[in-house]
Every structure is written in structure tokens, then in C-alpha cells.
């Protein structure tokens, strides 16, 4: 009989603990909500900010090759002989026709003096022949010598004209080889090491040693293949003009020396789909030698208004190239970007950006599309020294 007021008082206590627990979920709802809005609103990222630039420029094309010296020579002797003396310092520069090395000429000197004296001897046969075949010729008109006489004493004649030929070659032979134990720079250039010295024995012919080699210092060869685009566009319209060209060295940034193609060749490699050129540089101070590595870029056509920017601005997703924009009210876009060639320090854009556009050059890791950004606006030339 007392079981009704019981559950009276538990309905009670049900309605306080609703009522208390309904305050408390509103209180969790409502505070937590103005934390959250403060916790995600950061101060905005500092980047490095420039403006695209829009410059007239002329296309340039670049390629790797190497440094050829313009004459190149093998010196082997062309007689045999021992080496008496060696003229020279390894490396030195020499010029056209300064001994290098002496072979002993003394045989040769010898040859010449024995061909001398069988010349003379020569000489005065057909003299003898000759006065011999002019008497037989007044006798002859006589009658006073038989014709088969007079016919020996023309031929004798004529045997000893023959024989002084003879003899002067023979005597010209031995002063050619007499002259080749002097061996004397073809070129001017510079001069490797003695691969022999005094002492040794050379022999002439298919296997005659290397005694030293010899290149020529200026002007210089640059020899590299383009493709056949490049061909088409610069190489292959007039090969009369003088294209230029600029070169620069493996510890160079730039393209320090100009140049011209003085070479193209006259077929195109269908394995490669290349062609080789040739260009030539001044080389008076004697820097450069052959078998350098070479940059070298070929420009050509008229020029044109590009857009440019600094290289390390772009970026690489997979297989894209693209660019992170702010635009006016500081947020940052997603740009892809289609890229031309370095020209100087900046790339040229071929599509994707317009000149004007500000684009970050630094800070790129720390800013994502949709991000606002607190940009600090730099020249685009200077956007290069931090990059680099």
C-alpha cells in the first residue's frame, strides 16, 4: 500500500536529472564551439612574392659537346734512325716549322754526297755522248761513218740525258730524307710530352712510333649535334650567314664566348635524328683545350615578346609543371604551366600565366591552394639569388 508514493518520488528525480542534464549538454555544445573557431584561424604565412615579367627575347637552343683543336697531328718520324736530340719542353707552345727532333743524319748525309758524285759522273757521260753524237753527225753528211755507227752514238747520246735525270733524282731523293731527320713543327700550336727520347731508335714507314703529338691553339672548335627541329628552324635556311653561337665551360653559369658555325654536316644520323655542327672560338689566351666539355647554344629567328620567370618558382606534380598564383585578396591558386627555354636566368612560360600575375618564388612548401598568404613582393631577378 505504500508502492504509489514511491514511484512518484522516482518521476520526481527523473525530471530534476532531464532538466540538469540538458543545461550541461547545452553547455558543452555552446563553449567548446568558440575555442574551435579561435584554434583554426592562424596568422597568415609570409612568402616571397614577384610579379611576371614580359620581356622581348631572341630563342636560343642548347646542347652539350666538345672542344676540337683545329689541326691535330701525329709527329712520327719518316726515316729510320737514332734520336740525337729532342728540341723541345713538354707542353710547350711552338710555331710552324721550329725542330722538334733531330734524327742522326749522318747516313743521310752520306747518301746525299755518294748521289752528288754519281750525278757529276752522269753529267760528264752525256757530255762525252753528246760531242760524240755531233761528230758522227757531220760524218755523217760525208759519208765518212757508217749509219748503223752514227745511230750507237745518238743512242749513247741520248742513254746519257737519261741517266742524268736519273742521277738528279736519285740525288733529290736523298736530300728529301736527308731534310727528314729534321723533324720540325707542320702547325703552330701547342706540343705534348717526347714519347721518346735521345737515344732510342725509331723506324719509318706503316710502323713508325708516335714520337709527340701537336695541336694548334687558336682559333678552337666546338663540335655538338642538334636535333632536327633546330636544323630546320636556324642551320638549314642559309648556310651562307654566320649563325652565332655562345659557349660556356662545365664551371660556368653563363655563356661567356660567342662564336659562330663554320660547319654543318651533310647528312643526318637516322639513328640519332641529329646532325653534327661545328662552331669556332677565339682562343688567344690559350685556355681552352681540346676534349673540354662545352655548353653551347644556337639562337636564331626574330625576336619576341615571352613571358619569363625565375626557374625555381615552378613546381613538379607527376608529369606537370605549375606555378602557385595570389591573386588580390592574397590567396593562393593552383597554375599549371607550360615551360620554355632557360633564357639567362629565367624560364620562359608558354602558356599558363600572363605578365603582371604575382606568383611565389620562396616559401612555395609552406603554402597550399586556397591558402591565404601574407605576400612580400620582390623583383623577379632578385628571386634568384635565395633559390640559388
Known amino acids: ?22 543545461a550541461y549538454l547545452r553547455g558543452v555544445e555552446t563553449w567548446p564551439v568558440s575555442n574551435a573557431v579561435a ?6 604565412t ?10 622581348t627575347i631572341t630563342d636560343w637552343q642548347s ?12 709527329v712520327r718520324p719518316l726515316v729510320a734512325g737514332t734520336i740525337v736530340t729532342v728540341h723541345f719542353k713538354d707542353g710547350a707552345l711552338v710555331k710552324k716549322g721550329e725542330p722538334l727532333f733531330t734524327i742522326d743524319p749522318r747516313p743521310y748525309q752520306a747518301e746525299v754526297d755518294r748521289a752528288a758524285a754519281q750525278l757529276a759522273a752522269a753529267k760528264t757521260r752525256a757530255t762525252y755522248t753528246l760531242t760524240d753524237a755531233e761528230r758522227a753527225q757531220r760524218l755523217l753528211v760525208d759519208n765518212a761513218i757508217a749509219k748503223r755507227d752514227y745511230d750507237e752514238k745518238q743512242n749513247a747520246s741520248r742513254e746519257g ?3 742524268v735525270k736519273a742521277a738528279e733524282a736519285a740525288l733529290e731523293a736523298a736530300q728529301v730524307n736527308l731534310s727528314y731527320t729534321n723533324i720540325t713543327a707542320p702547325v703552330t700550336g701547342r706540343v705534348s710530352r717526347a714519347e721518346l727520347t735521345v737515344g732510342n731508335i725509331v723506324s719509318a714507314g706503316a710502323n713508325a712510333p708516335l714520337l709527340t703529338t701537336l695541336v694548334s691553339v687558336s682559333p678552337i672548335y666546338a663540335s655538338f649535334e642538334v636535333d632536327e627541329q633546330t636544323y630546320l628552324q636556324y642551320l638549314g635556311r642559309d648556310r651562307n650567314t654566320r649563325l652565332p653561337v655562345s659557349m660556356g665551360l662545365a664551371n660556368e653559369d653563363g655563356y661567356s664566348r660567342k662564336g659562330f658555325v663554320t660547319s654543318v654536316d651533310n647528312r643526318l644520323d637516322t639513328t640519332s635524328a641529329t646532325i653534327r655542327v661545328r662552331a669556332t672560338f677565339d682562343n688567344s689566351d690559350g685556355t681552352l683545350v681540346p676534349g673540354l666539355y662545352a655548353r653551347v647554344k644556337v639562337g636564331g629567328g626574330e625576336p619576341h615578346p615571352a613571358v619569363l620567370i625565375d626557374d625555381a618558382a615552378v613546381g613538379t606534380d ?34 599558363g600565366l600572363k605578365p603582371g600575375e604575382n606568383i611565389i618564388v ?13 605576400p612580400h613582393m620582390v623583383k623577379m631577378a632578385e628571386a634568384a639569388k635565395p633559390a640559388a
Open 1 to 22: 500500500m505504500h508502492r504509489k508514493p514511491l514511484y512518484l518520488s522516482l518521476g520526481a528525480l527523473a525530471i530534476v536529472g532531464g532538466v540538469y542534464g540538458a
Open 362 to 374: 620562396n616559401g612555395m612548401m609552406h603554402a597550399r591552394p586556397n591558402d591565404t598568404v601574407q
Open 318 to 351: 607527376q608529369a606537370k609543371k605549375y606555378v602557385l598564383v595570389v591573386d588580390s585578396s592574397n590567396k593562393v591558386q593552383y597554375r599549371e604551366v607550360t615551360l620554355g627555354p632557360l633564357h639567362g636566368n629565367l624560364r620562359v612560360v608558354t602558356s
Open 39 to 44: 584554434a583554426d584561424s592562424p596568422a597568415a
Open 161 to 163: 740525258t737519261a741517266a
Open 46 to 55: 609570409a612568402v616571397d612574392v614577384a610579379t611576371v615579367l614580359s620581356q
Open 63 to 74: 646542347y652539350s659537346g666538345r672542344l676540337e683543336a683545329v689541326d691535330h697531328v701525329d
